[in-house]
């Protein structure tokens, strides 16, 4: 009976799958936004240049906050990758510098880059870890930031990572995703750990 249940499920879900599959015919590329107050949103994002390689993909990364303390996805691209384009901010977290100035013309040159490689013919994936924040702190000129990301290279897909990111961004994005947090070691006072947390 269970299995026979199961069977009629799966027959319904597959179809209603194929009809969907049927219905997206578009071909091009995508803005995908991974935001939340949870945890796994940059590794999801790395998870997506991961991918791009094993297909063989152009990929280049922009990190923005990050770069103070090296991490296990920048080691691994840096040396297994060479040929990827890898940028950092390089200012660390905003709460450890404490310099709005200084961070501000960090951000603003961090971005001259990213604009750069959103206008590349050859790339196909560029991932923008931690750009939210930049809106946030008013770093940025949100609406310039929007409008490069809207005249991209025509193939280049981008990946958006950080918590927030508002409105607009959010209806100019293909894929929202939302990671929510419902518990973190953290707040436990377990030590992050070395290949989980960074």
Request: aromatic content about 8%; glycine content about 10%; overall charge positive.
């Amino acid at each position: 009976m269970q299995a026979e249940k199961f069977n009629k499920s799966m027959a319904k879900q597959k179809s209603q799958v194929d009809a969907s599959i049927k219905l997206a015919d578009r071909e091009k590329s995508v803005i995908v936004l991974l935001t939340g107050d949870g945890k796994g949103k940059t590794t999801s994002g790395f998870g997506m240049v991961l991918r791009a390689l094993g297909y063989g993909q152009k990929v280049a990364v922009v990190q923005f906050i990050k770069g103070t303390q090296a991490s296990g996805e920048e080691i691994l691209l840096r040396e297994k990758f060479p040929e990827i384009s890898f940028h950092q901010m390089g200012t660390g977290f905003t709460w450890d510098s404490q310099n709005y100035a200084a961070d501000k013309i960090a951000a603003e040159n961090t971005w001259q880059k990213a604009s750069r490689l959103l206008k590349d013919q050859k790339l196909d994936l560029l991932l923008l870890d931690e750009l939210t924040y930049m809106f946030a702190f008013k770093f940025l000129d949100e609406s310039k930031v929007l409008e490069a990301l809207h005249e991209r290279a025509p193939q280049l897909s981008v990946v958006i990572t950080g918590r927030g990111g508002g409105t607009a961004l959010r209806e100019l994005a293909d894929t929202v995703s939302e990671v929510k947090n419902l518990k973190h070691a953290y707040e436990g006072g377990i030590k992050a750990r070395l290949g989980v947390d960074y």
